[in-house]
């Protein structure tokens, strides 16, 4: 089945603790990207990939870092997280833009 | 910068009854444009999308969408609303030239009432 896996999908975690959400793909998408949605605000786009090895940032990076050294894997890093980083996480991956995205399930995320 | 807008944050409509959610964007040219329904607790499933061709498409689960080039909008419609509607719909787009970010509205939360 095509999709794309994240993990966690809950995880709570105290303030400065480096922690990594895993997503992967299995569609051989060339593009992803990783978004936060929060209530009121929407879906912003935090970093983005183009392909192997090219990332870019989004709307909201700070505080995150990624990499892409497989196609199929865009794991989001938050080297010390922080309250405000609380959050419903989504990832995304497409081929093409006019295919769509398939998004992950999310991965809600609890600094305290 | 593109953006988008959904102008309503919350409607609620009977059962049964029609269903308009609005969204506006702002792009110089036509971009592809998506509805995304998000169920509570769920993530994000793809209703339909628009990128060229017919200006009304179809999508799942009885939805269906007027691309107006002139009004810069993209509405998602359904004629007759059921109660397992209930949910966020989040309206999308993205500049047609490849795989490039993807800009979401705030989102328009539907309420159904009996």
């Known amino acids: 089945e095509a999709q794309v896996t994240q993990n966690p999908r809950y995880l709570i975690t105290v303030t400065g603790k480096k922690l990594t959400v895993t997503c992967s793909q299995n569609m051989n998408h060339e593009y992803m990207s990783w978004y936060r949605q929060d209530p009121g605000l929407g879906l912003r786009q935090i970093y983005y990939s183009m392909n192997v090895e090219v990332t870019d940032k989004g709307d909201v990076p700070e505080g995150y870092k990624v990499s892409r050294k497989e196609k199929r894997n865009f794991p989001l890093i938050l080297e010390s997280p922080s309250p405000n980083q609380t959050s419903l996480y989504f990832c995304?991956?497409?081929?093409?833009?006019?295919?769509?995205?398939?998004f992950g399930s999310g991965t809600r995320l609890t600094v305290v | 910068a593109q953006s988008v807008t959904q102008p309503d944050i919350h409607i609620t409509v009977s059962e049964g009854a029609s269903l308009e959610l609005r969204c506006n964007y702002s792009y110089g040219a036509t971009p592809y444009l998506f509805w995304y329904v998000q169920s509570p607790g769920q993530g994000l499933q793809l209703l339909l999308k628009y990128f060229s061709g017919d200006t009304l498409v179809q999508g799942i689960k009885g939805f269906e969408a007027e691309f107006k080039r002139s009004q810069s909008s993209f509405n998602l419609r359904k004629p007759s609303v059921h109660w397992s509607d209930a949910a966020e719909y989040f309206c999308a787009v993205a500049p047609n030239s490849g795989n490039t970010p993807l800009v979401f509205g705030k989102g328009t939360r539907l309420s159904v009432i009996a």
């Open positions: 995304a991956s497409s081929q093409d833009g006019s295919y769509g995205y398939t």
